[in-house]
Each structure stands twice: as C-alpha cells, then as structure tokens.
C-alpha cells in the first residue's frame, strides 16, 4: 500500500501539525482544504485518510462536509474533533451541541482497541478542544475511549479501520499521540518510505527536467530556505544558478562577509554574486518612521535592485524561491490566508515585470524537513541553525528613523546580546534574542557626569514556530551581562529594559 496519506483540512490551527507527525513517522502526507475538488487527490492513490479538526460546528449552515467521494474511497480513516464528528454523522451517528465546551487536559479511559498498543497505561492524558460531541455513534462502531465528561471520547470500527477521536493526538499535550498515530498507519498498512535522500533524488531529477540546461535566479538571503534551496539546485544544475545576495546596509555585524565565506566553502562551485546596496536603501528610509512603510520601501527596493542584477546577467528563465509547505496551504486555502498583521518581504519577492518561470524546491517541505535537508546536501550547521533574521533586517528594530547612526548602535547592541547568549550556553533554547533600539531618552550618571540616552530592549523569546512566543526565562546572570556590557560598550546607552510580553498578544518583532 502506498505510504500517502491524505489529510483533510477543516481549519484547525492543528492540521499542519499531524501532517509533520506523520512525515516525522516516515509517511507523506499531504493536506488538501476542505471545499476543495477531491478527484486530483483521490487520483494520486493516498493509502490513508485524516480529517483534521475544525473551528465549526458540523450542524452550522454552511460548515465543511465530509466529501461522499472520500467516504466512497473506502480508505483508512481517521477522524480528529471536527473530523470525527462529521465521521460519525456522515455515517449515521448523532451529535450534540454543548455550551461553553471542553479546553485543555483531560483523562482518556481506553478500552482495549490496536489503536491503543504501546501506549504507556489504560488511562492517558489528553488534550481536548470542542464544543460539539457524539450522543450517538454510528452502526457498527465501538466506544474505545471514555472521559469524565465524555462518554464517547474515541470509537472505532476495526474491520474497516475507521477511527474517531474527540481529541487531539497531534498535539504535545497529548500522551502518547505520536503512538497512536502510528499505530494508526500501521493498521492502515502503509509503507513508511518516505525520507529524504530518495526526496533529493526524485528532486534534482524534477528540476532538471523542467530546466534543460537554463539559466536560473536565486536571492540568497543567509537564511535557511534561502539556502537550502541554493543547495539543491546547486547539486541539480551546477553552474547555470545564479544567487543574488543583497547586501541592504541592515545586517548583523559582519553578516554579509559571513555568509559568503560559509556558502564558498560548502559550496566552492556557486556563482554568488553579492549586491551592495547599503547606501539605496538608507536613501529611501531617509525620514521613514511608520512600521509598515519601512517595510514596504525595503520590500520594493530589494525589488530594484535584484532586477537590476538579474539584468546585468542577460536572459534568464528562471527564477527560485524557497517557498515552504505552509506557505502553499496558506495560500489555496479557502479559509484564506491569515489576517495580515506584518508584511513579510522576503528576498527575492517575484517582480512582475520580470518574465520568469518559477521553480519552489521545498514547497512540499516543512521547516524542520527543510533542516535534514540541508544537512543532507552539506550545508553548515552554523547556516541551518543560524536565529531566523526579518528580510527587512535591522530596520525593523529601531523604533523610529533609521539612520546610520540608529543602525551602529542597534547593531553592536545585537552582536553582544549574542555573545553573551553563546557563551551561556543557552543559544539551543532560545528562538531569538536580539536588542530593539527605543526612541527614549533618560537622564543616567557615568563616571561624575549627567548622561542623556537612549534605552535598548532586549526581547529574548522561546517558540517552536514563531506563530506564538513566551519571553525567555534566563538566569539573572545573563540578564546582567547583557545589561553592564551594553551600558559601558555601546555609546549613546545608558538604559536597558527586558521585554516580558508574550505573543499574542505582543509579536516577536517590535515592527
Ligand atoms: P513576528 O514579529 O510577526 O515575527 O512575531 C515572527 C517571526 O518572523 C520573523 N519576521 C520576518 N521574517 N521577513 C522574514 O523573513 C519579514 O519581513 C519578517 N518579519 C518578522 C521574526 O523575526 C520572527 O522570527
């Protein structure tokens, strides 16, 4: 059977997560949003089937239904929360609705079920999140798991392998969930054949077919996707990829030096081509203070300036993006994409005027799949694990107009908010920890005179994903090293503040 499953998304916050369990566990998974035509996934022959959780209620006029082609499909099915309760009803089961519903732990009393092997007791914690519930399981089906507030917490028909759960084995909350997942696919029969070397090969092979021998554009931010892309069309093509590296003036100390001297080494044979366009973009900053035109003008002036070196270097057809997984989902997703909070302009953002053919090595890729990738492909440790960095740099880390002056402070501030990090051996837990450069002054006293300063905040935060962030829990050590360094190192500081907010509601970022 193939190692395909086919997840179904009904808008859960958690569908990307059972998708990289799954892969985790060796199987492809892809997710298709619901509402969308069934028959080209049908078509690709998935071998099993997961119907993500949901923000709906089943009975509400208008909520997500259970596609009957996928129910005709006869596959392996597993229902989480929405996706069990439209299993149930689709299959004749009832529901009901309940008031204020059921959030956070819970214990699951399971009954005997394979579902359930290896599980460490009968009785496991699990990670509940619903409104809705079965009263009434459909014909054929058994209860396999019972909660205080739950009489029907799981069913299941083994004979057809058709499995509900109320909760969500996907999350870490869950004790056990990665087991009962794979238990699911192995009852499914699966083949777990899906790793990285035969995706490199099936790739490179991919990319040369559609390229024949053309020219291709990469910009090569530094950052992982960025960089792991490089790789990959690198061992596919060679020489006819050309990377752009834009120097915008709004790195880190030493950056632009740094990566290059990295990705020569690892990869001596790379045309990179490094653009230096500090100067441009300060230019167009000049008198810049709003967030969102900040970005915005380092968005369309990374623009510029990558096409004025694509055309320097004569025809070219194509052009490369390191487009991940979840951006793709983001993007056909009928739900639509989430709310914009910040514009995020990454380096190489596909300019119109320019007729290019696109090519998105890892667009079937997550983030952490990205990672073994790049190991795979040879690239340094210090590039795939480097902080993630905003494409429009340090800019957004002066609250205010960025000037030189705000970018050697900012700058400097950031290079010993990292050492200090290293040398504390703290970097691994840490997601982020940078300094934003405040518009404040305050009076202060060095040596026998008045000082009139500015302040720095440090935002230091853990996160496994970015999309929520607690501030980091560091040890008063750090916190002072952090602070006695920046006040006597850094001219123009008298003042440091340490930012305890979490995201949400705060971002990561402070523009
Ligand atoms: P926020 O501030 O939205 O940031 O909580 C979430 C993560 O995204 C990074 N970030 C960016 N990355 N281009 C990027 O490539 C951008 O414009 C950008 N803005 C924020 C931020 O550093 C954090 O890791």
Redesign the pocket.
């Known amino acids: 059977m193939s190692g395909h499953v086919l997840i179904i998304d009904y808008g859960s916050q958690y569908t990307q997560l059972i998708a990289r369990k799954v892969r985790a566990l060796g199987y492809y998974a892809e997710i298709l949003p619901a509402g969308l035509e069934v028959e080209p996934a049908l078509a690709k022959e998935p071998g099993a089937l997961i119907l993500s959780g949901g923000p709906a209620s089943v009975e509400a006029p208008g909520a997500p239904t259970l596609d009957e082609k996928l129910l005709a499909a006869n596959l392996p099915t597993l229902g989480v929360c929405y996706g069990m309760q439209l299993l149930a009803k689709s299959l004749g089961g009832r529901l009901t609705s309940s008031e204020g519903g059921e959030y956070g732990p819970a214990d699951l009393t399971t009954a005997p079920s394979p579902l359930w092997r290896d599980l460490p007791s009968q009785k496991i914690s699990v990670w509940m999140s619903h409104g809705d519930r079965v009263s009434q399981i459909p014909e054929g089906f058994v209860v396999i798991g019972q909660t205080a507030d739950l009489s029907i917490a799981a069913m299941a028909k083994p004979e057809k392998n058709l499995y509900g759960l109320q909760f969500h084995p996907e999350v870490h909350h869950t004790q056990g969930g990665e087991t009962i997942l794979r238990n699911f696919l192995e009852l499914a029969k699966l083949t777990a054949d899906w790793r990285m070397d035969s995706f490199i090969q099936k790739s490179i092979l991919a990319i040369q077919e559609k390229t024949r021998g053309a020219r291709i554009l990469l910009g090569l ?1 530094g ?1 992982v996707d960025s960089t792991v892309t490089a790789a990959i069309l690198d061992r596919a093509v060679g020489k006819n990829l050309y990377c752009v590296f834009v120097d915008n003036g709004l790195l880190r100390h030493n950056e632009a030096e740094e990566v290059s001297q990295y990705l020569k080494k690892a990869f001596p044979q790379l045309n990179l081509i490094v653009a230096n366009a500090g100067d441009l973009f300060l230019t167009n900053l000049k008198g810049v203070v709003d967030p969102e035109k900040k ?1 915005q003008i380092i968005g369309q002036t990374f623009i510029d300036v990558f096409t004025e070196e694509a055309n320097k270097l004569g025809p070219i057809d194509f052009l490369a993006q390191g487009t991940l997984y979840p951006d793709v989902i983001e993007s056909i997703s009928p739900f639509g994409p989430s709310a914009l ?6 380096v190489g953002g596909l300019p119109e005027n320019l007729q290019f053919e696109l090519i998105e090595p890892l667009r079937d890729l997550f983030k952490d799949e990205v990672r073994v990738l790049g190991a795979e492909l040879g690239v340094p440790h210090e590039l795939l694990w480097r902080q ?5 740099g340090l800019a ?1 880390r002066i609250v205010g107009e960025v000037t030189p002056e705000a970018l050697t402070v900012v700058r400097h501030c950031d290079l010993i908010i990292r050492e200090e990090l290293e040398k504390s051996g703290l970097a691994k837990d840490i ?2 920890a940078f300094a934003v450069l405040l518009p404040v002054k305050s009076v202060g006293v060095m040596g026998d005179g008045r000082t009139y300063f500015k302040a720095v905040a440090i935002r230091a935060v853990t996160s496994v994903d ?1 999309m929520t ?1 607690d501030w980091a829990r560091l040890p008063d050590t750090l916190l002072a090293r952090w602070s006695s360094r920046l006040i006597n190192e850094v001219a123009g500081v008298n003042r440091v503040l340490y930012d305890i907010s979490t ?1 949400p509601p705060s ?3 402070w523009e």
Do not use: D, L, V
């Open positions: 931010s950052g970005r909070i910040k514009s995020h302009h990454n993630p960095f905003p494409g429009p957004i997601w982020q970015a962030a995201k971002t990561i970022e």
